[in-house]
């Protein structure tokens, strides 16, 4: 069964008949599109059933992608003018299905709590089931994070939202999630999901849900994925472990 299809369907409450008047087929096409992981629709097919259910064709047709990609950009699954305009169950989906790596590269990383239900207990199960989990977050004390506070001039400042995910992630402090401080990403976030991965480059002024978005998914050695996952392991390397910093008590209070 394609249970990416299936899911996808039930969330957005869309039936077998919906979807065939939608794309002009017979019902008994998209049982058939559901009952089995290999059947592909039409591209056109595809398309309108990725608009009608909010997801990407590639997450609900896994195969797609090799069919469809073959140049040197091959690792792009999805391009995205704004982080706000990827369907908001891409996120969950990446999350859901890593089992080695979840590496969480955001200069704040302070949406995925408001956007991702129960969060906390989603990491929780991930360190149980043997995946690492790292965060890399700004340092809400640096003058980088300052000096991007003016640029960004909004109420709810980095420091603020940096704040809030420290409190976050204290919850976590009985588990195996890791978390540094750099902030050698303060115009760059980068999150991994395994073979996955999400890229935001911040433009100047804006913040990130405004940042344009790329979905990268590895095929290759020593490709765009593994250029950006270095940089991410860069600033791992860097870092300073947050729970470990006998100043952070005191940076917090400041903040």
Not at 63 to 79: A, I, T
Not at 87 to 94: I, K, T
Request: with cysteine; hydrophobic share 40%.
């Amino acid at each position: 069964m394609n249970e990416p299809l299936r899911q996808a369907m039930v969330r957005a409450h869309v039936t077998e008949s919906q979807i065939a008047r939608l794309c002009g087929v017979d019902p008994k096409t998209v049982a058939r599109w559901i009952a089995s992981p290999t059947r592909v629709p039409h591209a056109r097919h595809r398309a309108a059933v990725g608009r009608a259910l909010g997801e990407e064709e590639t997450m609900l047709w896994p195969s797609v992608q090799p069919l469809v990609k073959c140049g040197p950009d091959r690792e792009l699954v999805q391009m995205y003018p704004y982080r706000s305009a990827a369907p908001a169950s891409l996120w969950r989906q990446l999350i859901g299905k890593a089992q080695r790596e979840l590496t969480f590269a955001g200069y704040t990383n302070y949406f995925l709590w408001l956007e991702q239900a129960r969060f906390g207990d989603v990491l929780r199960r991930k360190v149980s089931q043997g995946c690492r989990v790292r965060f890399i977050l700004g340092d809400p004390a640096s003058p980088v994070t300052r000096q991007r506070e003016l640029e960004e001039d909004v109420p709810l400042t980095l420091s603020t939202r940096i704040e809030v995910t420290l409190s976050e992630l204290a919850m976590l402090k009985d588990t195996a999630v890791e978390a540094r401080y750099e902030t050698g990403h303060v115009s760059l976030s980068v999150f991994r999901f395994d073979d996955d991965m999400i890229v935001t480059p911040l433009l100047p002024g804006r913040i990130g849900r405004d940042a344009p978005m790329m979905h990268l998914r590895r095929t290759q050695d020593d490709g765009v994925f593994d250029r950006f996952a270095g940089h991410v392991e860069d600033l791992w390397g860097r870092g300073h472990d947050v729970w470990t910093i006998p100043a952070t008590e005191d940076a917090h209070a400041q903040a």
